[in-house]
């Protein structure tokens, strides 16, 4: 399950990569094709130097903003997984999907801005075709930083993120979307049972001599934790501790996603693995 998550994270990277891209080679072929057939606009030397230098201000500006509100939402993200755990998968998710945006956000920033430079500079150029190219790729690429930077303010007040994030993990986990409905009450049934034996087992690890119920819910381990403390101590092996971390997971993903389906095949997993527990 591990792996298949940091799969995910890494296609996600991936995703947001190549569309960042495709936008900014989309733009760059319009506007140049543009420059050279039918020019929309003719700027002056005063023009240029005010526009792209107050561009590049503006644009570092916005960045600087972005990246308080991506460390604040960070911080809000680990404080809600810390108090709930069955959001730790769903959070991680969210970040890995956020900071594909920042590293695409950064790049394109980067790029805004040197472009920017580039053509204040290069207004002292006799080529004007050169000036000219400079200009027209430095333009789309501040409209790309544009775009991205709306989409992502917009992706981050989504109310339903969370939900959003639950339905990929969904995917992630589900044994079988496609066959006949299995019972939610035997699968949470199932999964309760199981969730009490590592709870139980959790308790040899805590401090007894709390007795405020909300600093022994607080000392709670994990129980994704748990299950690797028992692989650790060999009293489970490898492919137990793996389906127990996925249906977990797929467990989290049921109670804050939005489609309550299970199959029947991960009814009999959730039967199997607490026979296998209780052994």
């Not at 399950?1 to 995910?8: N, T």
């Not at 989504?158 to 990929?168: C, D, G, T, V």
């Not at 492919?239 to 989290?252: A, C, D, V, W």
């Amino acid at each position: 399950m591990l792996e298949r998550l940091k799969e995910i994270q890494m296609s996600i990277i991936e995703k947001t990569s190549i569309s960042c891209f495709l936008i900014w080679v989309s733009f760059c072929v319009v506007s140049i094709l543009l420059y050279f057939c039918y020019p929309l606009f003719e700027l002056n030397e005063n023009q240029i130097l005010y526009l792209f230098s107050a561009a590049s201000q503006v644009i570092a500006a916005i960045y600087g903003l972005i990246i308080t509100g991506y460390i604040f939402l960070r911080n809000e993200l680990d404080r809600k997984a810390d108090k709930d755990e069955s959001f730790e998968e769903i959070v991680l998710l969210l970040k890995t999907e956020y900071f594909g945006s920042i590293v695409n956000i950064s790049i394109v920033t980067f790029s805004s801005i040197i472009l920017c430079f580039l053509t204040t500079v290069g207004e002292t150029n006799d080529s004007k075709l050169i000036v000219g190219l400079i200009i027209n790729v430095a333009v789309p690429t501040i409209v790309t930083n544009l775009i991205l930077i709306i989409s992502f303010v917009i992706k981050i007040l989504n109310p339903n993120s969370l939900e959003l994030a639950s339905n990929k993990l969904r995917e992630l986990t589900s044994r079988n979307e496609f066959d006949n409905k299995g019972s939610l009450e035997d699968f949470l049934k199932n999964y309760n049972q199981i969730e009490y034996i590592l709870e139980k087992y959790g308790t040899a690890f805590s401090n007894n001599e709390f007795q405020d119920y909300e600093t022994i819910r607080s000392k709670r381990i994990a129980k994704s934790k748990l299950v690797n403390i028992l692989y650790t101590e060999e009293k489970i092996d490898i492919t137990l501790k793996n389906n127990l971390i996925e249906l977990i997971s797929f467990r989290n993903s049921i109670i804050h996603g939005s489609d309550l389906f299970v199959s029947r095949a991960d009814v009999e997993l959730s039967e199997r693995i607490l026979n296998q527990l209780k052994k």
